[in-house]
């Protein structure tokens, strides 16, 4: 059963208010009586039985400010293929993002523009999924430069894709580049 | 422009080749740049230099933090240069990396808020598209409607009667001349000679003759065909399952 506090919390946090998901840090320390780290631990052991997790991130659009840390609900364990195409992702998309993703997290989040572009390019990706990616809150544009943003950090784990990443071979049958 | 604007103008340069990635961030020396800050602090002169002072010690704030994290990201054991990280999404296919990337995706959760007024205009609009189905394939008076426990619903479901009913059909199917498919229209239509209620009754059956995979439905250029040639894979056996809406005061099945 959750307190007062964790159903708070969750309430928070899950009602979209403005353009992003989640909720602040600062939000959230000003609903709860309790200490927040507490009252956290708490609500993420009672959602872990619904397959969630709260995670806190630093949102930051600029790769250099601190920015503000903000808390958000995740799906707990990875989701099938099958149950990603039925949440609404279509198979370009996400390997546009599995290709951009893969690329930015190997080299620690940021990466030249024009290098993003031709990793795409090598992969027969429509270069204009970066502007999507930009505005669904995957990437961040600035100054001829491309990060990892809010989203991405939220969903992506980040160290898991770096280590599956180095691990995975190529078949051998396979054609480069298909 | 004195020499010492000149040096702060080229500080500040330096740092920004380093935060858009011109030059890596070791290859700045802070220290150098920190000098610069030091020398010029007490000999400013004019709202310029004092913003040019300002934008470099912030810059150089910024370069650190950048070299702090550049060093903890080449510190660790998963560091991927440049040009290896190209080559490995070069030589993986898209199928692959989609792999990968799915086993470490976590997408985020969230409510949307429904407020009662757009609750209301979303159930009149699938109340109304509702009614343009029913409108665009016949008026819902030309339905012929089965009251629960009649005698005509008896006939269809009951349970022994209902494998009856199964079996006939199949062996009419079987016997049907006209090759190994026959059209599915014709066929519940019986070539056009069956009235309504009957085509319903076999179309109905029919559905349950594919579930149960003894004949299957194959759609081509032309429309629907049946072919006796069952699916690969165990028969399963089928449950009617009874759907009734109420509309208007019409029940439809």
Redesign the interface.
């Known amino acids: 059963m959750l307190t007062d506090d964790e159903l708070s919390m969750l309430r928070l946090i899950?009602?979209?208010r403005g353009l992003r998901?989640?909720a602040s840090v600062e939000d959230l320390g000003k609903a709860c009586t309790e200490p927040m780290d507490k009252v956290l631990e708490g609500l993420n052991q009672k959602i872990a039985e619904l397959g969630?997790?709260v995670v806190v991130i630093e949102e930051s659009d600029e790769?250099?400010s601190e920015g503000r840390t903000r808390a958000?609900?995740?799906?707990?364990?990875?989701?099938?293929?099958e149950e990603?195409k039925l949440?609404g992702w279509d198979?370009r998309s996400?390997?546009a993002?599995?290709?951009v993703?893969?690329?930015l997290v190997?080299?620690?989040g940021?990466?030249?523009e024009i290098?993003v572009v031709?990793?795409l390019k090598?992969?027969?990706?429509s270069a204009r999924r970066i502007d999507r990616m930009v505005e669904a809150g995957y990437l961040a544009r600035d100054?001829?430069?491309i990060g990892l943003s809010w989203?991405s950090l939220?969903?992506?784990?980040?160290?898991?894709?770096?280590?599956?990443?180095?691990a995975?071979k190529?078949?051998k049958s396979?054609k480069?580049?298909? | 422009m004195t020499g010492q604007g000149d040096s702060l103008r080229r500080g500040i340069e330096t740092c920004q080749k380093a935060l858009s990635g011109e030059l890596l961030p070791h290859q700045v020396d802070a220290w150098e740049l920190w000098e610069i800050l030091s020398r010029a602090s007490d000999k400013l002169s004019g709202p310029e230099e004092h913003l040019q002072y300002a934008m470099l010690l912030r810059l150089i704030v910024a370069t650190v933090r950048l070299q702090c994290r550049w060093l903890r990201y080449e510190a660790d054991e998963l560091y991927v240069d440049a040009d290896m990280a190209r080559q490995k999404i070069h030589s993986l296919s898209v199928r692959t990396l989609s792999s990968i990337f799915v086993k470490s995706f976590h997408p985020l959760v969230e409510m949307e808020r429904m407020t009662a007024r757009a609750l209301d205009v979303g159930k009149r609009h699938w109340d109304e598209l509702a009614g343009r189905g029913f409108q665009d394939f016949a008026s819902p008076e030309t339905f012929l409607t089965y009251e629960r426990g009649s005698e005509v619903e008896s006939q269809v479901l009951r349970e022994v009667r209902f494998q009856e009913l199964l079996e006939d059909l199949m062996k009419e199917f079987l016997s049907s001349d006209d090759g190994s498919d026959v059209p599915y229209e014709s066929f519940i239509s019986k070539r056009g000679s069956a009235g309504f209620s009957e085509m319903v009754t076999r179309s109905y059956l029919v559905s349950f003759l594919v579930t149960q995979r003894r004949m299957s439905l194959k759609a081509n250029g032309t429309g629907l065909r049946l072919s006796k040639i069952a699916v690969p894979g165990g028969t399963t056996q089928s449950v009617a399952v009874i759907l009734r809406q109420r509309r208007d005061g019409v029940h439809a099945y």
């Not at chain 1, 958000?72 to 293929?81: E, I, W």
């Not at chain 1, 090598?122 to 990706?125: G, T």
């Open positions: 899950l009602f979209r998901p989640g969630l997790e790769f250099l958000f609900v995740r799906s707990k364990a990875p989701l099938h293929r990603l949440c198979r996400l390997a993002l599995a290709v993703g893969s690329y190997s080299r620690g940021r990466a030249k290098e031709h990793v090598s992969k027969n990706v100054d001829g430069m989203r939220a969903e992506i784990d980040q160290e898991q894709l770096k280590r599956l990443f180095l995975a190529p078949p396979t480069e580049g298909t």
